[in-house]
């Protein structure tokens, strides 16, 4: 299965973003903890160039929580700060506060040194649909907070939210899009419930989901839908669609029944907490990439030598063959073949011939 989706608004968005992005010091970017990679576009990191930096991974009680701990882990060597969110219950919302006020330490300090006091921060969240923005406005902001409205010249037609005197939030977050490098990243956001179900086939998504449980989770399917679990995806979504009876005409097996309902335990957490991608998962697909790149290029560098070596050879023959024809040219026009010469050598050649040799009957003609 292919997994596509490009929304149209997309360079307008971004556009948009880009201006944005002017007037805040610190970026809030949401990712769903369940796919910390996939759902993180890696254009917001040019973007936001300069910037402070924080990422949030929302719908932590989703997501497994060992997985959560390694990518925050992973996230921070990269230079992000990072906090765990549940936005739905309004779990480690309030901790954001004190996460903005750290990563905007070193630009507090620095107002400070220009004597401006008590700017508030400013800030801005970013990240894909669905994975919990306005959830997370919602609860950062609360009832208390005060829009602001626009503040001419500097920010025209934008809306601010105060949160406290510290910080203030712009309160439409930056929208930004899948990046569908490769097909799993696709695959992840088609799990979560992000594209449209009806451009999917449940039956491809289940199967891909039931192989990944048994693998990574084992034991996980076997709780939930009291199945013998193997490493084939085909043969659990048969022995769910068995167990359920899920059943057509006949008594054929329904899969595509039992894999819509399969994916909708998934999303809602009914099947356990899942993550489904790490980051040695990554590392080594980064690798890999890296490694095919290098390839790649060894490759068309070997290519380009052998292209310019033919080519230096082919210049040098032609080189060769110029200069041998200028050497006769000019020999033909200065007079350059001595015949007279040549046929006086002939003549004493044989006549040292005749002396040293056999006399010969052979008369040489004068
Ligand atoms: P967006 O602005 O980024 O597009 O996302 P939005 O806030 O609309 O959230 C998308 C869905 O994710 C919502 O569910 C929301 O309740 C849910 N959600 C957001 N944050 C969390 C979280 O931390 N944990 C959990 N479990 N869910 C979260 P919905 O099904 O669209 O609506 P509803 O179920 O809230 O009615």
Not at 141 to 160: D, L, M
Request: one cysteine or more; proline letters at 3%.
């Amino acid at each position: 299965m292919v997994y596509q989706w490009y929304p149209g608004h997309m360079s307008k968005a971004k556009r948009q973003m880009q201006e944005d992005i002017k007037l805040i010091d610190v970026v809030i970017e949401l990712v769903d903890a369940r796919i910390p990679y996939s759902s993180k576009n890696p254009d917001i990191d040019k973007l936001a160039k300069n910037k402070s930096r924080i990422l949030l991974l929302n719908k932590a009680d989703m997501a497994d929580p060992d997985a959560t701990a390694e990518w925050k882990a992973y996230y921070e060597k990269k230079g992000y700060f990072v906090a765990l969110v549940n936005s739905k219950a309004g779990k480690g919302v309030r901790n954001v506060h004190d996460v903005i006020q750290e990563a905007c330490k070193e630009k507090i300090e620095r107002d400070k040194k220009k004597g401006i006091m008590n700017r508030p921060i400013r800030a801005m969240i970013v990240g894909i649909p669905n994975v919990g923005k306005s959830t997370f406005i919602n609860s950062f902001a609360g009832k208390a907070c005060a829009k602001t409205g626009n503040k001419p010249g500097v920010t025209k037609g934008k809306q601010w939210i105060k949160l406290n005197k510290n910080v203030e939030l712009l309160d439409t977050p930056g929208i930004l899009w899948p990046k569908f490098e490769d097909q799993q990243v696709g695959m992840h956001i088609a799990f979560i419930g992000s594209i449209n179900d009806n451009i999917l086939q449940p039956t491809e998504m289940a199967y891909e989901l039931c192989k990944f449980l048994q693998k990574n989770y084992s034991g996980m399917l076997h709780a939930k839908y009291d199945i013998e679990e193997s490493e084939d995806g085909l043969t659990a979504l048969e022995r769910i669609a068995k167990k359920r009876a899920c059943l057509l005409k006949g008594g054929v097996l329904d899969l595509e029944k039992a894999s819509i309902f399969i994916m909708d335990d998934f999303r809602n957490t009914r099947i356990g907490r899942i993550t489904l991608e790490r980051p040695s998962m990554i590392e080594q697909k980064e690798r890999e990439k890296k490694e095919k790149e290098v390839a790649i290029a060894k490759e068309n560098a070997e290519a380009r030598a052998k292209g310019l070596a033919e080519k230096a050879a082919r210049q040098a023959a032609k080189e060769e063959a110029l200069k041998a024809e200028k050497e006769a040219l000019r020999l033909k026009y200065s007079g350059g073949i001595d015949y007279e010469a040549l046929e006086r050598e002939a003549y004493e050649a044989y006549a040292e011939y005749q002396k040293e040799e056999k006399p010969s009957s052979y008369d040489f003609d004068e």
